[in-house]
């Protein structure tokens, strides 16, 4: 993560609109503020979610609130409570999605 010359910012991500993205079940609504390369994001997942593709973005996320279950293509399911945090490549070698039974609150960063 490259975070290049910029002011010093106030994000107050409850100030801005969130969109929503149906999962195979369940939803998400996402809060969202790009800075240069880096897509910062506060996503409230419903209870029930299941996202609806398998993503190969690198990601870091940090669980906020609830509990989720980062599913992986080809390894072990990993679940995750609050205060836990998950670290994924760019490089296509750990295609994943999120998963939950109540809701969570996650702020990802990419």
């Known amino acids: 993560m490259n975070i290049e010359a910029c002011p010093f910012t106030v994000i107050a991500f409850e100030t801005l609109e969130a969109s929503h993205l149906p999962g195979d079940s369940g939803g998400a609504d996402y809060r969202q503020k790009d800075a240069g390369d880096i897509r910062m994001r ?3 997942y419903s209870a ?3 996202a609806d593709h398998w993503c190969d973005i690198g990601h870091f996320g940090y669980v906020l609130s609830g509990t989720v279950t980062i599913e992986l293509k080809d390894k072990p399911s990993v679940e995750l409570k609050a205060g836990e945090a998950f670290l994924v490549s760019s490089f296509g070698d750990a295609a994943h999605r999120v998963c939950t039974d109540g809701p ?3 702020l990802l960063l990419d």
Do not use: F, K, T
Request: hydrophobic fraction near 55%.
């Open 42 to 44: 506060i996503a409230d």
């Open 48 to 50: 029930g979610y299941v």
């Open 104 to 106: 969570a609150r996650l």
